[in-house]
């Protein structure tokens, strides 16, 4: 098992930019793939984006494919979360969790989560 703590959330206007990072602890954390994952008030929670365990695979939502970039620092237990030409509608918490080794677009697949960080796009 892992723990995760995100940050860098806040309050930009459209068109801006916010890196998140996803801190981890525990000694097997280059094990595990993690993935950012968001829920926005009254909907369900949404894949975003995630990385394999040694940053060789990574996945995007539709929605974000082209605008972030996800990567991973494993001497510093950190993924990144890189969002470029922020829209209103990317407006929700979002969460990083982890699983082993392999990226998934499930939410059910990740056992491991933090507790999320408030990203508010403004128009």
């Known amino acids: 098992q892992v723990q995760l703590v995100e940050s860098g959330g806040g309050l930009v206007q459209a068109g801006g930019s916010l890196r998140l990072s996803c801190a981890a602890s525990?000694?097997?954390?280059?094990?595990?793939?993690v993935g950012w994952l968001r829920q926005a008030p009254g909907k369900e929670r949404e894949f975003v984006a995630a990385?394999?365990?040694?940053?060789?695979?990574?996945d995007y939502a539709d929605s974000v494919r082209g605008r972030f970039t996800i990567s991973r620092d494993n001497g510093k237990k950190t993924v990144y979360l890189q969002m470029n030409s922020l829209k209103p509608e990317d407006t929700a918490v979002y969460h990083c969790?982890?699983?082993?080794?392999?990226?998934?677009?499930?939410?059910?697949?990740?056992?491991?989560w933090g507790q999320g960080t408030q990203v508010t796009v403004s128009s």
């Open positions: 969790a982890a699983r082993e080794f392999y990226v998934s677009d499930h939410a059910g697949d990740y056992a491991s």
């Open positions: 525990g000694r097997t954390f280059n094990n595990y793939a």
């Open positions: 990385i394999s365990w040694l940053g060789r695979t990574t």
